[in-house]
Nanobody, 127 residues
Framework: QVQLVESGGGLVQAGGSLRLSCAAS????????MGWFRQAPGKEREFVGA????????YYADSVKGRFTISRDNAKNTVDLQMNSLKPEDTAVYYC????????????????????WGQGTQVTVSS
């Protein structure tokens, strides 16, 4: 049974930090790239960042570069998103994803071109 479960969402003040975590169901996903997308109210889903299966390389959207950091722990089958210097425009539902596609290609892929998705977790940043 393939499962991805996000946690760590919540309400935070602008300028603050929040850490999201995504847990995969088994060790099969240690060989997959992992990453995050987000969808704000009334907007289309957008790419946030991705990390290679080894954890040695990352790729971020320009909108979050320098503020967000992706990391993974293959022993625990988890991927995290550390979000710093949060802005109101970061408010969105954040989705974890896992895919065989290279991490560096994720920014241009459609949702159905990625293999697995979590249910999402709400992040709200107040001004």
């Amino acid at each position: 049974q393939v499962q991805l479960v996000e946690s760590g969402g919540g309400l935070v003040q602008a300028g603050g930090s929040l850490r999201l975590s995504c847990a995969a169901s088994d060790r099969t996903f240690s060989t997959y790239a992992m990453g995050w997308f987000r969808q704000a109210p009334g907007k289309e889903r957008e790419f946030v960042g991705a990390i290679s299966w080894s954890g040695g390389s990352t790729y971020y959207a320009d909108s979050v570069k320098g503020r967000f950091t992706i990391s993974r722990d293959n022993a625990k089958n988890t991927v995290d998103l550390q979000m710093n210097s949060l802005k109101p425009e970061d408010t969105a539902v954040y989705y974890c994803a896992i895919s065989r596609a290279r991490y560096s290609s994720w920014y241009r892929l459609l949702p159905n071109e990625l293999d697995y998705w979590g249910q999402g977790t709400q992040v709200t940043v107040s001004s």
